[in-house]
């Protein structure tokens, strides 16, 4: 068993709190108590430990919910880079937290690979609340839909009330405006009650600019490398073991101290790192340690497009040993199936021949070239179960990186086919599935890029960004405005749709899905034998296990598919041109739709 270091921050202890930060180049660090109604206290000094360069000390007296500053030296009193909550926003003073949550569920070990359904959701959006708490009222509808985990998007502390996220400057800190560290351990408790895990989507790859005060404190980036996001954080220059330890330390203390069952990487691609233990390995092997204390299953997945096998290949066969990677090639062949895209990176997609080929190899490029890189990319991973790869038929990235962030088919009703088709493609999949918030009753709302900056330069920034990245693509004049509090107020999702059609047999044909995918184990077995053909547009999966045989046709072309004469009889367990999902039936397998048939019971 590992032996937890001394936490970074603040940490109430008994008879008062214990802070620690790290200032390697600072001569004095001292804090300061801002009490409200008592004004600035006087500054106290902490003590050096002169080999780490960290400081540290504990104060009497001082509890949660008091708030603190700290300063090196003579320079500004700032907030502390480990804050646990910024009530006031990032620009606020840092507040005391008491980390010791009041848990009502015990006994909990979390969510097997094999049992994941995931479901990506904006805390901000969600809700027309956009808080936590709030959130914590819609969890039994995801219950009831066949859920296991759902995957908040970043919740870390951000400049406003709205943001994606990825613009978080406090790692340990949860926004203010979600509720607070308290409101995510409550969400944490409430879900675990109904038997559905929780995912972070956690951001070690750049911070947001405003409010970004870390670079104040220690070299915790770096010039050597760049991100198209910001400045790289600095995980194999000169002082990088202790800004390792800060974020690794982070990445454990959200599995600690808030009982979640995994973390998402984001863009682990965008982190350059020559080391021969890159801060990646690092930090996966230090989550699953914790779960090995903690007798827990702790999920790592991450987001690359590096096609790069070793993030999912265990430890033991020189892998990372991540326990899954979004499987982006998967996403753009089917969305070149569905609607021909050519543009920017789908140029590099065939549609259904890509989809067989992903089926069958995980990735569409294991090694090929690719003419939107200008070079060979990917390696070959057909050794690693396909549930090591998350799929989806959108994501917040597809939705939302595109001029007005609307969602794909759903606003033409002719093309709903498409999206029963596109969803038995995904879920009825060996691989692990994620949904989007609301695509499973056919959501109508966009969900553009917003933000709440507070610097006008930084957000003309912003839009001239938007502005310069759509500027060649269709539609590129009517860019959403990222700074516009209507653009987010109409990114709020309406699950009351679901009470109308054609929305009320869209949610009933997912709800079939993860049903069948659940209580059909061929479905996803890792040791069913799998051959993927293609014939024109349509692709057909034939899986067996032992006795047992599934086909999954899926119809990408215009024309119906007619059972050829003489096969074996197989029962159709899901049509999803079924007159049930607001389909029109029939004998064969209609154009752009799927069906699945299984042995005779």
Do not use: C
């Not at 009982?259 to 020559?274: E, K, N, S, T, Y």
């Not at 993030?311 to 040993?321: A, D, N, T």
């Amino acid at each position: 068993m590992t032996v937890a270091r001394p936490p970074l921050g603040a940490t109430p202890v008994a008879g008062g709190t214990r802070f620690e930060v790290w200032a390697p180049h600072a001569a004095r660090v001292e804090v300061r108590i801002d009490r409200p109604d008592a004004g600035h206290g006087e500054p106290i000094g902490l003590h050096r430990d002169g080999a780490t360069g960290n400081w540290a000390g504990v104060l009497d007296g001082i509890i949660a919910g008091d708030r603190y500053r700290l300063r090196m030296d003579d320079g500004p009193w700032l907030p502390d880079p480990a804050s646990r909550f910024q009530p006031d926003g990032v620009h606020g003073p840092s507040e005391v937290v008491d980390r010791d949550f009041a848990w009502s569920v015990d006994g909990w070990r979390g969510i097997d690979l094999d049992r994941a359904v995931l479901y990506e959701l904006h805390v901000g959006t969600f809700t027309p609340q956009g808080t936590l708490r709030a959130a914590i009222t819609q969890l039994d509808r995801l219950a009831a839909l066949g859920v296991t985990l759902v995957e908040l998007m970043p919740v870390n502390a951000f400049p406003g009330e709205r943001n994606w996220g990825y613009d978080g400057v406090f790692p340990y800190a949860v926004q203010a405006s979600y509720g607070g560290p308290a409101a995510l351990a409550e969400f944490v408790d409430a879900a675990h009650a109904r038997g559905i895990g929780v995912v972070l989507d956690v951001v070690y790859n750049h911070l947001g600019p405003e409010g970004n005060i870390l670079a104040e404190f220690g070299p915790y980036f770096t010039d050597a490398y760049t991100t198209p996001w910001g400045k790289a954080v600095n995980v194999s220059e000169r002082s990088s073991d202790d800004v390792r330890r800060f974020f690794v330390d982070n990445a454990t203390g959200w599995v600690r101290d808030y009982r979640l069952d995994g973390l998402r990487l984001d863009a682990v691609h965008a982190i350059v790192d020559p080391t021969a233990l890159t801060f990646v390995e690092e930090l996966i092997a230090a989550v699953h340690a914790v779960a090995a204390e903690e007798d827990r299953r702790i999920l790592v997945t991450a987001e690359s497009s590096a096609n790069d096998p070793r993030l999912v290949r265990p430890v033991e066969q020189h892998g990372w040993g991540a326990d899954a990677v979004w499987d982006d090639d998967v996403h753009h062949a089917l969305r070149v199936a569905l609607t021909g895209e050519q543009r920017e990176y789908y140029a590099g997609y065939a549609g259904p021949a890509d989809l067989a080929a992903a089926w069958q190899h995980r990735f569409v490029y294991r090694g090929q070239y690719s003419p939107v890189l200008g070079r060979r990319h990917g390696a070959p991973v057909d050794d690693v179960d396909h549930r090591h790869f998350i799929v989806f038929t959108t994501n917040h990235d597809h939705v939302g990186n595109t001029p007005r962030g609307e969602r794909m088919l759903s606003h033409d009703p002719d093309r709903w086919p498409k999206l029963r088709l596109a969803a038995t493609a995904v879920l009825l999949s060996p691989f692990t599935p994620m949904l989007f918030m609301g695509e499973e009753y056919g959501e109508l709302a966009p969900f553009p890029f917003f933000v709440d900056h507070s610097d006008a330069e930084l957000i003309e920034a912003v839009r001239r960004g938007r502005s310069e990245e759509f500027a060649l693509s269709e539609g590129g004049d009517g860019i959403a405005d990222p700074a516009d509090p209507t653009t987010f107020r109409d990114a709020v999702i309406d699950p009351s749709l679901a009470e109308s059609e054609p929305h009320r047999s869209h949610l009933e044909m997912y709800t079939e899905l993860l049903r069948l995918r659940r209580e059909l184990p061929i479905v996803t077995a890792d040791d069913a034998d799998q051959t993927t053909t293609l014939d024109g547009e349509t692709m057909t999966v034939t899986r067996t296990l032992g006795d047992e045989r599934m086909v999954l046709v899926l119809n990408f072309g215009d024309r119906e598919i007619v059972p050829t004469a003489g096969e074996p009889a197989l029962r159709t367990a899901f049509d999803s041109n079924s007159p049930r999902w607001g389909g029109t039936g029939g004998t064969g397998v209609a154009p752009w739709s799927a069906r699945l048939t299984i042995d005779p019971a």
